[in-house]
């Protein structure tokens, strides 16, 4: 394994931790964004909205801007962007200077999302075993860290500029050297990630039929990840009877699991393969749920959560990696597909489970993620490579190895 690589891993990690800390350092302060503006409860939705909206255009576009641009290079300047998006947020004083903001996070953070794991891809793909979860395990750790600044800017009643100013001062220059050792490997034949990008309608429209299982996966979990991010808290105290207190655990316990689980998934899927992780992560997420929808009492519905985290963290990193290995020759292009499905799972989730939890129940609304959860067993065989959709040659073999666990290089 040459020095290249392993810096290159290094730096996209740290890369994965710094979009972790942004991303948190603005969820979890949305209240006071709300104060600070003054946005009303019925446009708040709206605002909340637009950013995974115009996400999804980023990561849109992502897909034609690699056909010229390496997804290094857009990583790299894509990940200052959201860095000064997040201190617009925090500095503006107008409503339209925080539509501006927003719009720029939302727009640079598609970009950023689908680079990255284009990169993760590919690094993977060199490696010739799987490092994804790694990645997405330090995305997790930066989501630990930015919503413990969050509660210390919360904590001691800080401006939300004062709060985000040392973060970004620190996180940009240090983001902007560590770029320097991104990797760029387009694997395939030489020149195939440029011909994936110029074929014709019938091409495309084959990738997407490959892919879609894919997509419905990606969906299904981040309905999942939204249900426990935006209802836990409210689920605890109004059903469950828990304190105010007690009800501000579960999400931090959900992401504690998330990061142990993508920490040592890796070596499971070397062990026994990426269809299995992603059947046993199914199972345990939906059980997680079960669980959930079934408590007496608020430590058992931490007990449910806390399942639901172990099962869902292996999911999404294992969807991109299974889009790289299913298209060796146009990865980039995959990933960038795939990853809009993100935010459609996103914007699906919270109105979802509110909307059932309001015409129905809230314990029988958290068994609709279960279903969908369990919908991923239909589709776990699309985890593993599938040479025959694909002539002979040498990628295809290092590919299928990274699957069933090989160690390649």
Not at 189 to 209: D, H, I, L, M, N
Not at 211 to 238: E, R
């Amino acid at each position: 394994m040459t020095d290249v690589l392993r810096r290159g891993r290094a730096s996209l990690a740290f890369g994965f931790g710094v979009q972790g800390v942004a991303f948190a350092l603005l969820v979890t302060r949305i209240p006071a964004i709300q104060d600070r503006y003054g946005v009303s409860d019925a446009l708040l939705p709206a605002f909340l909205a637009a950013v995974p909206i115009l996400a999804g255009i980023g990561s849109v576009s992502t897909e034609r801007l690699v056909r010229r641009v390496p997804p290094s290079r857009l990583l790299r300047w894509s990940q200052p962007v959201v860095l000064l998006a997040l201190l617009g947020v925090g500095a503006g004083e107008r409503m339209v200077e925080l539509g501006v903001a927003l719009a720029a996070f939302g727009l640079a953070v598609g970009v950023l999302d689908a680079s990255m794991n284009m990169l993760g891809v590919s690094l993977q793909r060199a490696y010739g075993r799987s490092i994804m979860l790694s990645f997405h395990a330090a995305y997790s750790l930066g989501g630990i860290v930015g919503a413990s600044l969050a509660w210390v800017g919360a904590h001691w009643d800080l401006a939300l500029w004062v709060s985000y100013l040392p973060v970004v001062l620190v996180l940009l220059p240090t983001v902007l050297v560590g770029s320097r050792w991104y990797v760029d490997d387009r694997g395939g034949a030489p020149g195939s990630e440029e011909k994936a990008g110029e074929t014709g309608a019938q091409g495309r429209a084959v990738v997407f039929t490959w892919l879609l299982p894919l997509c419905l996966v990606m969906t299904f979990a981040y309905i999942g990840d939204s249900t426990v991010s935006n209802w836990s808290a409210k689920y605890l105290q109004d059903v469950l009877g828990s304190s105010e207190q007690l009800a501000t655990v579960p999400y931090n316990v959900y992401m504690v699991t998330t990061l142990l689980g993508r920490a040592i998934g890796d070596l499971g899927v070397r062990r026994f393969g990426a269809v299995a992780v992603v059947r046993a992560g199914a199972l345990v997420a939906a059980g997680g749920f079960a669980v959930v929808a079934g408590a007496p009492g608020a430590w058992v519905g931490m007990l449910g959560f806390t399942l639901v985290g172990l099962g869902l963290c292996v999911l999404v990193p294992q969807t991109f990696a299974a889009a790289g290995r299913l298209f060796p020759g146009a990865s980039d292009a995959a990933v960038a597909r795939l990853n809009v499905f993100n935010y459609v799972g996103f914007l699906i989730g919270s109105p979802l489970v509110g909307a059932l939890g309001d015409l129905w129940s809230y314990r029988g609304a958290m068994l609709v993620p279960m279903v969908l959860v369990l919908v991923t067993l239909v589709y776990a065989r699309s985890f593993a490579a599938q040479p025959d959709r694909y002539g002979g040659g040498h990628e295809r073999s290092r590919t299928a190895d990274v699957g069933r666990g090989g160690n390649g290089l």
